[in-house]
């Protein structure tokens, strides 16, 4: 019994830990992993990441409506704004890079075909 409520002790002092370091943890661990799924990305499999990345932004629009919604000026509310244009960009960005990529694809129409005849 005595071992169980030391490790109670020791779970409940783990979760009392800043959420300012976790959260920065979490954020220095999303850039490692970003960096390498990004750089390991061949050239075929750019188009479909830029459409993922694309709805990952969606997303984020959501979200940011949500957090610039209350009428009362805050934080929050600023932060929202400014990640609903963000995000706004990326997606817009986005999809005329991946219309631009993909026009590269597309066979050109042959103008100078000699007529038959």
Same mark, same amino acid.
């Given at each position: 019994?005595?071992?169980?409520?030391?490790?109670?002790?020791? *779970?409940?002092?783990?979760? =009392? #830990? /800043?959420?300012?370091?976790?959260?920065?943890?979490?954020? %220095?661990?999303?850039?490692? +992993?970003?960096?390498?799924?990004?750089?390991?990305?061949?050239?075929?499999?750019?188009?479909?990441?830029?459409?993922?990345?694309?709805?990952?932004?969606?997303?984020?629009?959501?979200?940011?409506?949500? *957090?610039?919604?209350?009428? =009362? #000026? /805050?934080?929050?509310?600023?932060?929202?704004?400014?990640? %609903?244009?963000?995000?706004? +960009?990326?997606?817009?960005?986005?999809?005329?890079?991946?219309?631009?990529?993909?026009?590269?694809?597309?066979?050109?129409?042959?103008?100078?075909?000699?007529?038959?005849?």
């Amino acid at each position: 019994m005595e071992e169980i409520t030391k490790m109670t002790d020791v *779970a409940t002092q783990s979760t =009392t #830990m /800043s959420p300012f370091v976790s959260q920065i943890s979490l954020f %220095i661990l999303a850039i490692f +992993v970003g960096y390498y799924v990004v750089w390991s990305v061949t050239p075929a499999l750019h188009t479909p990441l830029m459409a993922v990345t694309n709805a990952i932004s969606s997303v984020i629009i959501v979200g940011a409506l949500i *957090a610039a919604g209350p009428e =009362t #000026m /805050s934080m929050a509310k600023i932060l929202g704004i400014i990640a %609903i244009g963000l995000a706004a +960009v990326n997606i817009f960005g986005g999809f005329a890079v991946t219309n631009r990529m993909l026009s590269m694809y597309k066979k050109k129409p042959q103008a100078d075909k000699k007529k038959e005849g």
